[in-house]
């Protein structure tokens, strides 16, 4: 049973719209959310995270929402850029899980100039 | 060399083999991972080596073992592998419980 879900596969978006990634989870003790990027023949690169006791983490064009009550976080990215095209995973870990990271199935993004 | 590097990239080998991936960090981060990413599947943690103590996932076969000598080296070794291992094998750091961890670019392994 997966604990962080991203439903939609893939996404596309034009050049200079906003890309918005999904994520849920049914975990309730997951206390601490991070996004990854991947490129193709890549590892995944941490891009931002996001603690409990916030709503909102903001940095540059990516911000990241947490609505704990819906167990759902999401990834906007303003203004989207070609360069975003990647492979995007959301993860998620507990006060109790050390160092592990629960990650979701990975949404692919496609930017189009 | 910078981050986390690992060797081979690629790796092609029947299922009666004996092989070795290797990861390297050079961040002086003091916990490594392995994991798997299987096509369609969300990454799969398979072993954390963290201050000394390594936690593994508990359905990961006895045919993957790790070792880790120091905390900068981190080795998967393989033997009799099935073809339905063949995937990406992913390697991360991070320092203390902090859950930012570092991967490197993958090994990508083919079985046979």
């Known amino acids: 049973d997966q604990q962080v879900k991203q439903n939609s596969p893939s996404l596309s978006v034009q050049e200079g719209r906003i890309s918005i990634l999904n994520c849920d989870y049914t975990?309730?003790?997951?206390?601490?959310f991070l996004w990854y990027k991947k490129y193709p023949a890549e590892g995944p690169t941490f891009l931002i995270s996001?603690?409990?006791?916030?709503d909102k983490n903001e940095d540059g064009r990516f911000t990241v929402f947490l609505n704990k009550s819906a167990k759902h976080l999401s990834l906007h990215i303003v203004p989207s850029q070609p360069g975003d095209s990647a492979v995007y995973f959301c993860a998620a870990s507990g006060p109790n899980a050390g160092n592990m990271l629960t990650f979701g199935g990975g949404t692919r993004l496609m930017v189009k100039p | 060399e910078t981050g986390v590097t690992q060797t081979p990239r690629h790796l092609v080998m029947g299922m009666t083999n004996k092989k070795s991936l290797k990861c390297e960090q050079h961040l002086g981060h003091n916990a490594m991972y392995w994991y798997k990413q299987s096509a369609k599947k969300p990454l799969e943690l398979m072993f954390v080596y963290s201050l000394e103590e390594r936690v593994e996932n508990n359905s990961v076969p006895s045919r993957f073992s790790p070792e880790c000598p120091n905390s900068s080296h981190l080795f998967l070794h393989l033997h009799t592998l099935q073809p339905e291992d063949s995937a990406l094998y992913l390697c991360?750091?991070?320092?203390?419980?902090?859950?930012?961890?570092?991967f490197g670019p993958g090994t990508r392994l083919t079985v046979t």
């Open positions: 991360a750091s991070s320092q203390d419980y902090r859950v930012e961890q570092y």
């Open positions: 996001i603690s409990s006791i916030k």
């Open positions: 975990n309730s003790m997951f206390d601490y």
